[in-house]
């Protein structure tokens, strides 16, 4: 059973912020609800507040602007994601690795911002938004500060965001001209599965040359970008030489382990096969 | 036939979808308390001392009761099981502590306030590993345990049950066999995962009479195990029992009735309801037994088989009382639908420190079929035949003779048209196909049979009470889990009493107090036993109409025609009476009345069915057997071990179709069903015996999405001549042999063979690896 808990609704940005700073460690954002409520129930967290941030309109900020990229705000659902179409048109990865997010059910409920939040290694939309040099803007009483995402994952669902602090939104940067990205993500069924292995990818030609971009979950305490492995592009050389020079690093530069969903030997494969197999597509269309 | 073989709507279809049926979680009792569950964190321990001393001072809590309280056991076939852990525990999960509070937020509070210190024991994780001379013992009392004369088990040992069959000469058949192989098979246990979890309340009256709702399939075995455990007359004991959100056997025999029914008496004569959660239900429900076979198998030259030996074990974990029963049953039917002229086999129950097993769809078939189906292809593989030949040239054909030496009937099922028919719709004879550079598609079939696993008295009944109006209600014990068995069961009535099947409505819930006696619903039984007894009291029925309306019409009962609920005079259709003057009495002009209320009663039991001989196994345990066939097309991505059912063909000659469509949906739940426990589902333990993955994130089931995009059905009816209209069951049918056809896909696109179970995309690529 759920815990008692006090639960509050603030209804400005300003309310929400001054809560945080009060409760501090003692507050949970709720947004989705859909890893909060799961460790309420196993007791992995005891929070004594919660604080539900669905009724600040601010937060639900989805919007492109031309040149300057994509704000979501920290309570936009995948569901908001998947049917904007200037996400599915300019930021293909992103989209895909969303549509590979639980079931409908969850993506009605699940914000973006939730998933980089939980910071677990397995976020599906992490690696998509790491390869879209996305940045995180942080907000709390004190002021705001922007970092890339890249920087804000410390550990296995663990973040630098501090207890009176919070995500307010993410925000996307243009991709780069005639770029194209792609997920690839193994799972142990079919149908909905959180990640054995997942891939992200996003390519595009400066100056004529194929530029690669690479991340991955489930492969490290923290989703991760492998710039390494994206340098084999920047050298001269045939196209199948650089991939599996990618593909190479890229094996050297994860660190999976064994669980419950697959273990380290056969991630290390999943990094090894859909690696290549993304980087040839990538190759391919760009 | 006016109803029978028609697909009519589930008469509980309404009810269903629009959320009104009732289920025993939507049972609210005055005064009712709640109760919840402290699980053993050993697998095995010896339990020193548990104090709730501060568990009981928590205002609300109302009672904490512990083993000790609870002197005496409880089973289906062996007396092994203790209410709570008494003295030690055996597995991770077992109920060590029960809280009993005014509400449940109280009683799970409470549960962290109790202190339990164990002396851990050595456990026992392996089946093969609790068979050794010097394995611990799991149950150092078996010798003390009533059973039914059916068991044998072994005390000093492990072993629960010991099943064994002997045919021929087995010498003489591998003497004379050209090619022999052996192999060895495993799998995991894995639950039921039904989507209601385990519910029930119960009552402890002070007069010393018992009141039980629960979800369970079986409320006459809870009643008779309970009164027989605690010595209660049964007509003191009430159990009720609504719709059932799915029981895939988990929910038969009897759970945790004696508990709430103790704790209600412990608690001050209060209802007392226990609800698990899906956490709960993985850790401390039932689950199904694992499995390790060992086959060895010769055969002439040109494929035909001569011997046999057979080893199968089951990982019973912690308790065996109805997975005895699953050991035996895979031995009676251990070769699978083949004929095996020289065979010996013993199958073996076995307890371990895993949760304990019970009744799960398909009871031990899906497990040894498993086996005996990889074995058949690699048995084929090794004469270089092709394995449907080899299949068919060795087909259990009536007039065969099956290993517990019953000569199959001449109405028997046919197994042959089963394998041809998926072997034709498959396009059976086609080579595995390279698709692109890493992906190859193959075909794999697989066979099957099951007969329903039940004592030689297993018995059914009904009654159907003729309304004043001249509707009727038919009250059957047999539970709705899902299956669809009563929606049948009506068009049964309905045919034979020749009354539209809208004027029948199937009593929706279970009473013992009210309800016909039905042994239990499992097996696949019940269609057939509960339809016999059906005809009967539809029969039984007419009979009273036709004597009243002999009186009435002025002719003898043999001058009288039943039809579209009227009776009239052969010949004379003019001279009639309808059934609703005639249904509780017939009232002439002058207030004069012959007859009263109708009720028609109807039972079924089988023919010269017989217990085993406990030295050979041979005699006539089977109702019917059932058989069919499975086929599979697949592609298999060798780089990453993905596998996608492409296609999925089903054969089953099921005698008739009593509702075609009920049938399909049957096959259509089965065979995903199969497919899952197939390439998914496993219970992961770590080194201690803790399960791993108690949830549905990483307990995976198949989903929608995981459903093959064409599935061919193929229904075949070969009618059994005693069967209802013919029909034999398919319930549990439809989930067998699944994986096996994947398995044995894969051996042909890829020439590798995985034995164990289950087929996950890791599997398949580690085995793949490891030829390479």
Same mark, same amino acid.
């Given at each position: 059973?759920?815990?008692?808990?006090?639960y509050s609704?603030?209804?400005?940005?300003?309310?929400?912020?001054?809560l945080?700073?009060?409760?501090?460690?003692?507050?949970?954002?709720?947004?989705?609800?859909?890893?909060?409520i799961?460790?309420?129930r196993?007791?992995l967290?005891?929070?004594?507040?919660?604080?539900?941030?669905k009724?600040?309109?601010?937060?639900?900020k989805?919007?492109?602007?031309?040149?300057e990229?994509?704000?979501?705000?920290?309570?936009?659902t995948?569901?908001?994601?998947?049917?904007?179409?200037?996400?599915?048109?300019?930021?293909?990865?992103?989209w895909?690795a969303?549509?590979?997010?639980?079931?409908?059910?969850?993506?009605n409920?699940?914000?973006?911002?939730?998933?980089?939040?939980?910071?677990?290694?397995?976020g599906d939309?992490?690696?998509?938004?790491l390869?879209?040099?996305?940045r995180?803007?942080?907000?709390?009483?004190?002021?705001?500060r922007?970092?890339p995402?890249e920087?804000?994952?410390?550990?296995?669902k663990?973040?630098?965001?501090?207890?009176?602090?919070?995500v307010?939104?993410?925000?996307?940067?243009?991709?780069?001209?005639?770029s194209?990205?792609?997920y690839?993500?193994m799972?142990?069924?079919?149908?909905?599965?959180?990640?054995?292995?997942?891939?992200?990818?996003?390519?595009?030609?400066?100056?004529?040359?194929?530029k690669?971009r690479?991340?991955?979950?489930?492969?490290?305490?923290?989703p991760?970008?492998?710039?390494?492995?994206?340098?084999?592009?920047?050298?001269?050389g045939?196209?199948e030489?650089?991939?599996?020079r990618?593909?190479q690093?890229a094996?050297?530069?994860?660190?999976?382990?064994?669980?419950?969903?697959?273990?380290?030997?056969?991630?290390?494969?999943?990094v090894?096969?859909?690696?290549?197999?993304?980087?040839?597509?990538?190759?391919e269309?760009? | 036939m006016?109803y029978?073989?028609?697909?009519i709507?589930?008469?509980?279809a309404?009810?269903k979808?629009?959320?009104s +049926?009732?289920?025993?979680g939507?049972?609210?009792?005055?005064?009712?308390?709640?109760?919840k569950?402290?699980l053993?964190?050993? *697998?095995?321990?010896?339990i020193?001392?548990?104090?709730?001393?501060n568990?009981l001072?928590?205002?609300?809590?109302?009672?904490i009761?512990?083993?000790?309280?609870?002197?005496?056991?409880?089973?289906?076939?062996?007396?092994?099981?203790n209410?709570l *852990?008494?003295?030690?525990?055996?597995?991770?999960g077992?109920?060590?502590?029960?809280?009993v509070?005014?509400?449940?937020?109280?009683?799970?509070?409470?549960?962290?306030q109790?202190?339990v210190e164990?002396?851990p024991l050595?456990?026992?994780?392996?089946?093969?590993?609790?068979?050794?001379?010097?394995?611990p013992?799991?149950?150092?009392?078996?010798?003390e345990?009533?059973?039914?004369p059916?068991f044998?088990?072994?005390?000093?040992?492990?072993?629960a049950?010991?099943?064994?069959?002997?045919?021929g000469d087995?010498?003489?058949g591998?003497?004379?066999?050209?090619?022999v192989?052996?192999?060895e098979?495993?799998?995991?246990?894995?639950?039921?995962?039904?989507?209601?979890?385990?519910t029930?309340?119960?009552?402890?009256?002070?007069?010393?009479?018992?009141?039980i709702?629960?979800?369970?399939?079986?409320?006459f075995a809870?009643r008779?195990?309970?009164?027989y455990?605690l010595?209660?007359?049964?007509?003191k004991?009430?159990?009720?029992?609504?719709y059932?959100?799915?029981?895939f056997?988990?929910? +038969?025999?009897i759970?945790?009735e004696?508990?709430?029914?103790?704790?209600?008496?412990?608690?001050?004569?209060?209802?007392?309801?226990?609800?698990?959660?899906? %956490?709960?239900?993985?850790?401390?429900?039932?689950?199904?037994?694992?499995?390790?076979g060992k086959?060895?198998?010769?055969?002439?030259?040109?494929g035909?088989?001569?011997a046999e030996?057979?080893?199968?074990?089951?990982?019973?974990?912690?308790?065996?009382?109805?997975?005895?029963?699953?050991?035996?049953?895979?031995?009676?039917?251990?070769t699978?639908?083949y004929?095996v002229p020289n065979?010996?086999? %013993?199958?073996l129950?076995?307890?371990?420190?895993?949760p304990?097993?019970?009744a799960?769809?398909g009871?031990?078939h899906?497990?040894?079929?498993w086996?005996?189906?990889?074995?058949?292809?690699?048995?084929?593989a090794e004469?270089?035949?092709?394995p449907?030949?080899?299949?068919l040239?060795?087909?259990?054909?009536?007039g065969?003779?099956?290993?517990?030496?019953e000569?199959?009937r001449?109405?028997?099922?046919r197994?042959?048209?089963?394998?041809?028919?998926?072997?034709?719709k498959i396009?059976?004879?086609?080579p595995?196909?390279?698709?692109?550079l890493?992906?190859?598609?193959?075909k794999?079939?697989?066979?099957?049979?099951k007969?329903?696993?039940?004592?030689?008295?297993?018995?059914?009944?009904?009654i159907?009470?003729?309304?004043?109006?001249?509707?009727?209600?038919?009250?059957?014990?047999v539970?709705?889990?899902?299956?669809?068995?009563?929606?049948?069961?009506?068009?049964?009535?309905?045919?034979?009493?020749?009354v539209?099947? %809208?004027?029948?409505?199937?009593?929706?819930?279970?009473?013992?107090?009210?309800?016909?006696?039905?042994?239990?619903t499992v097996a696949?039984?019940n269609?057939?036993?509960?339809g016999?007894?059906?005809?009967?009291a539809?029969?039984?029925?007419?009979?009273?109409?036709?004597?009243?309306?002999?009186?009435v019409?002025r002719?003898?009962?043999?001058d009288?025609?039943?039809?579209?609920?009227?009776?009239y005079?052969?010949?004379?259709?003019?001279?009639?009476?309808?059934?609703k003057?005639?249904a509780?009495?017939?009232?002439y002009p002058?207030g004069?009345t012959?007859?009263?209320?109708?009720?028609?009663?109807?039972?079924?039991?089988?023919?010269?069915?017989?217990y085993?001989?406990?030295?050979?196994?041979?005699?006539?345990?089977?109702?019917?057997?059932?058989?069919g066939?499975q086929a599979?097309?697949i592609?298999l991505?060798?780089?990453?071990g993905?596998?996608?059912?492409?296609k999925?063909?089903s054969a089953f000659?099921?005698?008739?179709?009593?509702?075609?469509?009920l049938?399909?949906?049957?096959?259509?739940?089965?065979?995903?069903?199969?497919?899952?426990l197939?390439?998914?589902?496993?219970?992961r333990?770590?080194?201690?015996?803790?399960?791993?993955?108690?949830?549905?994130?990483d307990?995976?089931i198949a989903r929608a999405?995981?459903?093959?995009?064409?599935?061919?059905v193929?229904?075949i009816?070969n009618?059994?001549?005693?069967?209802?209209?013919g029909?034999?069951?398919?319930g549990?049918?439809?989930?067998?042999?699944?994986p096996?056809a994947?398995?044995?896909?894969?051996?042909?696109a890829?020439?590798v063979?995985?034995?164990?179970?289950?087929?996950?995309?890791?599997?398949i690529?580690?085995?793949?690896?490891?030829?390479?």
């Open positions: 059973m759920l815990p008692k808990l006090d609704s603030p209804r400005t940005l300003g309310e929400l912020l001054e945080l700073d009060r409760y501090k460690d003692q507050a949970k954002i709720l947004a989705g609800g859909t890893d909060l799961v460790s309420l196993e007791k967290e005891k929070p004594k507040y919660i604080i539900d941030i009724k600040i309109p601010e937060l639900g989805l919007e492109y602007r031309e040149g990229g994509l704000t979501i705000g920290a309570t936009v995948f569901k908001n994601i998947l049917e904007n179409p200037v996400i599915k048109d300019r930021y293909s990865v992103l895909e969303v549509k590979t997010i639980g079931d409908m059910v969850l993506r409920r699940a914000t973006l911002v939730g998933n980089i939040c939980t910071a677990s290694p397995a939309s992490s690696p998509a938004l390869v879209l040099n996305a995180v803007k942080i907000v709390s009483k004190e002021g705001s922007e970092i995402l920087n804000f994952f410390t550990g296995v663990k973040t630098v965001l501090k207890p009176w602090e919070m307010k939104e993410v925000l996307v940067p243009e991709p780069p001209k005639k194209f990205g792609r690839l993500k799972m142990r069924v079919r149908s909905e599965d959180l990640s054995v292995v997942g891939v992200a990818g996003l390519g595009y030609r400066e100056g004529g040359e194929i690669i690479l991340a991955f979950s489930s492969v490290a305490p923290t991760l970008r492998v710039k390494e492995a994206e340098e084999a592009f920047a050298k001269p045939p196209i030489e650089k991939i599996e990618a593909v690093v094996v050297e530069k994860v660190s999976p382990i064994s669980d419950v969903r697959g273990s380290a030997e056969y991630r290390l494969n999943l090894r096969v859909l690696t290549r197999r993304l980087l040839k597509q990538l190759v269309v760009v | 006016k029978v073989g028609k697909s709507q589930r008469v509980d309404i009810e979808v629009t959320g +049926a009732e289920y025993a939507d049972i609210e009792l005055p005064g009712m308390l709640y109760a569950l402290l053993s964190p050993h *697998a095995h321990a010896k020193k001392s548990i104090d709730f001393s568990a001072k928590i205002p609300k809590v109302v009672t009761a512990i083993g000790e309280d609870f002197s005496f056991r409880v089973g289906l076939y062996v007396n092994d099981r209410i *852990a008494r003295k030690k525990v055996r597995w991770v077992e109920p060590v502590a029960a809280v509070a005014e509400d449940l937020e109280t009683a799970e509070e409470a549960l962290e109790i202190r164990y002396d050595p456990p026992v994780l392996d089946v093969r590993e609790a068979l050794k001379p010097d394995a013992l799991v149950h150092e009392e078996l010798g345990y009533a059973h039914s059916a044998n088990p072994i005390p000093g040992t492990n072993i049950n010991r099943f064994v069959v002997k045919r087995i010498e003489e591998f003497k004379k066999s050209n090619v192989l052996e192999n098979f495993w799998m995991p246990q894995v639950s039921h995962v039904p989507m209601e979890p385990y029930c309340i119960g009552q402890y009256l002070i007069d010393g009479s018992i009141k709702w629960t979800s369970a399939q079986s409320p809870i008779y195990i309970l009164g455990s010595g209660i007359p049964l007509h004991i009430s159990v009720y029992v609504p059932i959100g799915g029981g056997g988990g929910k +038969a025999g759970n945790f004696p508990l709430v029914v103790l704790l209600s008496k412990k608690a001050g004569y209060r209802p007392v309801r226990l609800e698990l959660t899906r %956490e709960e239900q993985f850790m401390t429900a039932p689950v199904r037994q694992g499995f390790y086959i060895k198998t010769g055969a002439t030259r040109d035909k088989l001569l030996k057979i080893f199968y074990a089951f990982d019973a974990g912690a308790y065996a009382d109805y997975g005895v029963n699953i050991g035996r049953a895979a031995g009676y039917s251990c699978g639908p004929y065979l010996e086999a %013993e199958s129950t076995v307890y371990t420190n895993h304990w097993g019970t799960f769809r009871f031990g899906f497990e040894f079929l086996a005996i189906e990889r074995q058949m292809e690699m048995m084929a004469l270089g035949m092709d449907v030949e080899f299949r040239k060795n087909a259990l054909l009536p065969l003779i099956t290993p517990t030496g000569k199959l001449e109405d028997a099922g197994i042959d048209q089963c394998i041809r028919a998926v072997a034709e396009g059976w004879g086609t595995p196909q390279a698709v692109g890493n992906r190859y598609r193959a794999g079939i697989a066979a099957l049979w007969a329903p696993a039940m004592p030689p008295n297993a018995a059914s009944s009904a159907i009470k003729m309304n004043e109006d001249g509707t009727f209600l038919l009250s059957v014990g539970t709705e889990i899902g299956q669809g068995t009563v929606t049948a069961l009506a068009q049964i009535a309905a045919e034979e009493l020749g539209p099947v %809208e004027k029948i409505r199937v009593v929706p819930f279970r009473h013992t107090d009210l309800t016909p006696y039905s042994w239990q696949s039984r269609l057939f036993m509960e016999r007894a059906v005809i009967r539809a029969r039984d029925i007419k009979e009273q109409i036709l004597e009243v309306a002999s009186q019409l002719a003898p009962k043999d009288l025609v039943i039809e579209d609920e009227k009776v005079v052969k010949g004379r259709p003019e001279w009639s009476i309808h059934f003057d005639i509780a009495g017939y009232v002058n004069n012959v007859g009263g209320p109708i009720i028609g009663r109807g039972y079924y039991v089988g023919s010269r069915l017989s085993l001989d406990p030295e050979t196994g041979q005699g006539y345990p089977a109702l019917k057997w059932t058989f066939a599979v097309e592609e991505d060798i780089e990453t993905e596998v996608k059912v492409l999925l063909v000659d099921v005698g008739k179709a009593i509702n075609p469509q049938v399909e949906g049957q096959i259509v739940g089965g065979v995903l069903q199969s497919l899952s197939g390439m998914w589902e496993e219970y333990y770590d080194g201690n015996g803790r399960m791993l993955n108690p949830n549905l994130t307990y995976k999405g995981d459903i093959p995009e064409e599935h061919v193929v229904v009816e009618p059994q001549k005693d069967g209802p209209y029909a034999r069951g398919v549990e049918l439809s989930m067998l042999s699944v096996p994947i398995a044995n896909a894969i051996f042909h890829v020439g063979n995985i034995n164990d179970l289950p087929i996950s995309f890791e599997n690529w580690k085995a793949i690896s490891k030829k390479r």
